[in-house]
């Protein structure tokens, strides 16, 4: 007779299941809570502790840590030895495990989660058993979460037994979930901080936790192959956070459009992270990763309108994201042009028949994040990473949002209240650059960027030229810098090009020198307290 072992913590369909196997005629083996409730729901249901003959103890710490389990797990049918082993000690085959772990990724995303509380959490039978079924996947299917239960409940019913092919499946699911969990449990662990002389915590107390852990442990999920990366000599795929946040681009559907490429994905995450950090309706135009027309408007159409203006040329085969959802008008507008992809977080049925003959065009609908008080609530990412030889740099996301409160006037003359909003959106914009990063704005529009220059001087001169290919004027423009201006030069081109009014970074030994010129061409500069650059 064969035997199912079900031990979850999450009881979520557990019951369904359990009563399809008991149909196919297996015994049903169980432990603790689980046992309880299928026994509730009239299931027939053999405690663990009556199969091995042993109590579970330890406060339920040893319960399945048995040879009767393991030994039914890890024995291969197709081995005379191994089966004449279990026959000679009375072991009977585990066929079916379903487990899933005690939640410890939960418990210490609780603020006052004690030592004791994750200790205690960390699970010990239930990855041992998973390991022993995974291993022996051709003999049991091993089941870890909830989802993979109507598959498995489907082919029961059909054919009687789960295929080689999904077992094999639900054992690399399995052994992923096993190598999340130990990550989660590590990177834990190993960001208590334990300097010399700090005494160790308490069980009852909430551990000081490292921002950085001494491991870190990456945990991704393989979202598709891409056909190649940033050239076509190179291979690429596309990751996501294990739980990513809600109103980023990887939770993007595709609703139409070619197969996104390397260097889609990349360009429009930064079209994207852009465009949501805006509250009224926005658009932006990216290029090579950086923005080429950023503006707010009344509405889709005036927004994509002012910022198309900004750099027609370079907006030419751009990626285009909107935060209000796209209609009619703003589709006929946009579709004038080439597009690669466009993103917005809802299409209206107008716009889709506008895109429904440019099959080509990419488009991305994704939810804006509703918001809260954490980065992943926003969407954004708590810490960046970025790889270089035989390592990796991690860093907190800059997730700074700078207010009124926080600019410093350091000019004789005071910026306007117009002035203010514009300097705003223009360190909003700045903050997307490529460094070094110089972006003139007025009125809620971009009217010359600058980026990803060696020289700040060059970024300068190179913003006020496109807006002269633009046929753009620059005059009475605010101006934002991603980092302070080292010489009064850099200052000097932006004001004799237009500009009014100066936001920077500040921060300079020659600070002094800088304010010094600003007064003398008589317009006002705001320091921000802090610098965006952008490698």
């Known amino acids: 007779m064969k035997s199912a072992l079900l031990s979850v913590s999450d009881k979520t369909g557990i019951v369904e299941l359990a009563r399809v196997l008991h149909q196919q005629g297996m015994r049903l083996l169980s432990t603790g809570g689980t046992a309880k409730l299928l026994a509730e729901q009239g299931l027939p249901v053999t405690e663990v502790a009556d199969m091995t003959g042993f109590p579970e103890m330890l406060d339920g710490r040893v319960k399945t840590l048995h040879p009767r389990v393991h030994g039914g797990l890890l024995a291969r049918r197709d081995f005379p030895a191994h089966m004449a082993a279990l026959a000679e000690h009375q072991i009977d085959t585990i066929d079916v495990l379903v487990v899933n772990l005690y939640p410890f990724e939960a418990t210490v995303a609780k603020v006052d989660c004690t030592l004791g ?58 052994f992923n979930r096993i190598s999340q969990y130990d990550g989660a449990i590590s990177d834990y662990l190993s960001a208590i901080a334990l300097a010399e002389g700090d005494a160790v915590p308490a069980d009852e107390a909430a551990p000081v936790l490292q921002l950085f852990p001494g491991q870190s442990n990456g945990r991704f999920i393989k979202v598709q192959d891409l056909r190649y990366g940033e050239n076509s000599h190179q291979q ?65 159409l005036e927004a994509y309108s002012k910022a198309f203006q900004t750099d027609p040329t370079s907006a030419f085969g751009g990626i285009i994201a909107l935060n209000s959802p796209l209609d009619g008008p703003a589709a006929l507008q946009i579709s004038k042009q080439f597009v690669e992809v466009l993103m917005a977080p809802a299409f209206t049925p107008e716009a889709l028949e506008v895109f429904k ?72 914009v700045a903050k997307f650059v490529k ?53 009064r030069d850099g200052l000097d081109v932006v004001i004799d ?24 061409r008589g317009v006002s500069m705001v320091f921000s307290g802090v610098r965006h650059f952008r490698h």
């Open 117 to 174: 509380d994750a200790i205690e959490n960390i699970d010990i039978g239930g990855p041992a058993m998973v390991r022993s079924a995974a291993k022996n996947w051709k003999d049991v299917a091993v089941l870890t979460d909830a989802s993979q239960y109507a598959g498995v409940i489907a082919e029961l019913q059909a054919q009687g037994e789960v295929s080689r092919k999904t077992k094999l499946a639900l054992s690399i699911a399995a």
């Open 236 to 300: 690429a795929a596309l990751y996501r956070d294990l739980q990513p946040a809600p109103g980023s681009l990887v939770t993007a559907k595709q609703l139409q459009g070619k197969e996104l490429s390397y260097n889609n994905l990349a360009d429009a995450d930064a079209a994207w992270e852009c465009v949501k950090s805006f509250t009224g309706s926005a658009c932006v135009i990216v290029k090579h990763a950086n923005p080429c027309g950023v503006a707010v408007g009344k509405d889709a």
């Open 357 to 428: 003959s440019k099959v080509n065009v990419r488009l991305l609908q994704i939810d804006l994040p509703a918001g809260g008080d954490t980065p992943w609530l926003k969407g954004q990412n708590a810490m960046d990473m970025k790889r270089i030889g035989s390592g990796i740099l991690l860093q907190t996301a800059d997730n700074h949002e700078l207010t009124l409160a926080d600019l410093k006037v350091v000019t004789i003359k005071q910026p306007t209240q117009q002035e203010l909003q514009d300097l705003l959106f223009a360190w909003k």
């Open 435 to 487: 460094s070094n990063a110089i972006v003139f704005c007025k009125d809620g529009m971009t009217m010359g960027v600058g980026a990803g220059q060696m020289s700040r001087l060059d970024s300068a001169r190179i913003a006020s030229i496109k807006a002269g290919h633009a046929n753009l004027s620059l005059q009475g423009t605010a101006v934002a810098s991603d980092a302070f201006f080292p010489f």
């Open 497 to 520: 090009h237009g500009a009014t009014c100066v936001i920077q970074p500040g921060g300079s030994m020659r600070d002094d020198e800088v304010i010094a010129a600003a007064n003398e």
